[in-house]
């Protein structure tokens, strides 16, 4: 784990811990057994054709903040308008992030079947029934920050609430940890934690090490009309895109121009 993952694996749990006990888990239940209704966040993932999977992103640890007058409610409404298969809500505050803006997208996309992924860094079971209690469909737990013990256990707490967890890998082991802990949905890092660098052959290289049953989602690094088709190349059934998005003056066309519309 590089030394900015790990810090912010560390801060995480630092945080939790304090959260803990503002917000007792009973509660957080309380709130995600009353939500009955969820969005199949699989299902989404395996409609026919690649889907776009819309990220509100405002920052990150490596790029710093480049999107600071985004609107999470008008952006999520716009993804619905453009057809994406399931939003991404980032929510942690290394990417300049908070739950507030996960409630604003939920919020803005009430009573409508797009699936919403908490994206964060899930570390916690206390941080699955957030999700849940916080209306996401799907978490994203990242191979790389878990052992496999961990994973599996953090995999299988969603479950209680209709939750789908989202592994995240980056490489082949990860890969097969994911498998291991029973992931009914990966996604596919084109970004190398360690060094931050893009790399689309990634995807190419890990997608035929996972069974074809199994939808998996291309992420990072995917800027244009040529990427995609990369993307597409290699069977993947949803594409990851959150800066070239969530920084566009017209996400409506930068959408179209993706996916070739």
């Known amino acids: 784990m590089s030394s900015v993952l ?8 630092e945080a939790v811990e304090v959260r803990k006990d503002t917000a007792p888990l009973a ?6 057994h009353a939500r009955t209704e969820r969005n199949d966040f699989v299902a989404a993932l395996n409609l026919p054709g690649v889907g776009l999977m819309a990220e509100i992103k405002r920052g990150s640890p490596s790029k710093g903040l480049f999107a600071p007058d985004l609107v999470p409610a008008d952006l999520a409404r716009t993804y619905c308008d453009i057809g994406a298969v399931a939003v991404s809500v980032l929510t942690a505050p290394a990417f300049f992030a908070t739950d507030n803006d996960l409630c604003d997208a939920v919020g803005a996309l009430q009573g409508s079947s797009l ?29 790389k920050t878990l052992d496999a013990a961990q994973l599996t256990e953090l995999a299988t707490a969603g479950e209680q609430y209709g939750l789908t967890a989202f592994v995240e890998v980056t490489d082949e082991v990860e890969a097969e940890m994911a498998l291991e802990a029973g992931a009914t949905a990966i ?3 084109n970004r190398n934690l360690h060094t931050f660098e893009e790399d689309l052959g990634t995807t190419e290289r890990l997608r035929h090490t996972i069974p074809s049953s199994i939808p998996v989602v291309a992420a990072s690094g995917v800027r244009s009309r040529e990427d995609m088709r990369r993307m597409e ?8 895109i959150g800066e070239a998005l ?8 930068k959408a179209r121009e993706l996916l070739g519309r």
């Open 233 to 240: 190349a290699c069977g993947v059934s949803a594409v990851l």
């Open 6 to 13: 790990e810090r912010i694996v560390n801060e995480t749990r």
């Open 187 to 189: 996604g596919i890092n």
């Open 27 to 32: 509660e957080l239940e309380r709130r995600a």
């Open 246 to 253: 969530s920084t566009a003056a017209d996400p409506h066309a």
């Open 115 to 143: 699936t919403v992924l908490r994206k964060e860094f899930h570390v916690d079971p206390y941080q699955v029934a957030e999700a849940a209690a916080l209306g996401a469909d799907a978490y994203l737990l990242i191979a």
